[in-house]
């Protein structure tokens, strides 16, 4: 059974920067993109930063200069460095990935379970 698991959320003051991790488990085959997704109450589920296998990599507007997508392929991990971190990057995070796992004859799209970011001061 494929998972993605996530962990780094929490409560930081405006300015401050947190680092996101998500982990993918199970009998994995191959990895293609990896990315992270954010929704805010009330606010459609949007693409933060997404990073491809040779690390390419593409991000939202908003977070362009302030956060850098990244992954560690040898641990089938992504993360995600947010810097100077604003009231509006409150949201749920969620780590997104296109996995083949060692059963399958093609790739398949999992999420994770979200981790809570809030910006407060």
């Known amino acids: 059974q494929v998972q993605l698991v996530e962990s780094g959320g929490g409560l930081v003051q405006p300015g401050g920067s947190l680092r996101l991790s998500c982990a993918a488990s199970g009998s994995i085959f191959s990895i293609s993109n990896m990315g992270w997704y954010r929704q805010a109450p009330g606010k459609q589920r949007e693409l933060v930063a997404r990073?491809?296998?040779?690390?390419?990599?593409n991000y939202a507007d908003s977070v362009k200069g302030r956060f850098t997508i990244s992954r560690d392929n040898a641990k089938g991990t992504v993360y995600l460095q947010m810097n100077s971190l604003k009231p509006e990057d409150t949201a749920v995070y969620y780590c997104?990935?296109?996995?083949?796992?060692?059963?399958?004859?093609?790739?398949?799209?999992?999420w994770g379970q979200g981790t809570q970011v809030t910006v407060s001061s």
């Open positions: 997104n990935a296109n996995i083949r796992g060692a059963a399958d004859n093609h790739f398949r799209n999992y």
């Open positions: 990073i491809t296998s040779v690390g390419s990599t």
